[in-house]
């Protein structure tokens, strides 16, 4: 069984920046692939970034230039730095592991979710 816990949430103004952590247990974690989504008040979930096992990463449209995600597989953590933030980076931002090497889009691909952690960014 895998287990994801994310840390790092807060709140910050516009401009500032947070990273997020991401604790993952209970599987060959370098195996698989991470992906970060994010769930404002009354909206789906949606897509932030992702990271293949292999290091190949994708960005939402809207975070591209600002986060960063990444990974340390000897430690079995993944990151979610935020830079530049803006009010609309206000959300819920979960963890994800995808039972396959390479990353996707969708929530429903990934296995495995954390409890998420609030990111609030005050104008």
């Known amino acids: 069984q895998v287990q994801l816990v994310e840390s790092g949430g807060g709140l910050v103004q516009a401009g500032g920046s947070l990273r997020l952590s991401c604790a993952a247990s209970?599987?060959?974690?370098?195996?698989?692939?991470m992906g970060w989504f994010r769930q404002a008040p009354g909206k789906e979930r949606d897509f932030v970034a992702t990271?293949?096992?292999?290091?190949?990463?994708y960005y939402a449209d809207s975070v591209k230039g600002r986060f960063t995600i990444s990974r340390d597989n000897a430690k079995n953590m993944v990151y979610l730095q935020m830079n530049s933030l803006k009010p609309e980076d206000t959300a819920v931002y979960y963890c994800?592991?995808?039972?396959?090497?390479?990353?996707?889009?969708?929530?429903?691909?990934?296995?495995?979710w954390g409890q998420g952690t609030q990111v609030t960014v005050s104008s």
């Open positions: 994800a592991m995808r039972y396959y090497y390479a990353g996707s889009y969708y929530a429903r691909d990934y296995a495995y």
């Open positions: 209970g599987r060959t974690f370098s195996s698989y692939a």
């Open positions: 990271r293949w096992s292999a290091g190949t990463t």
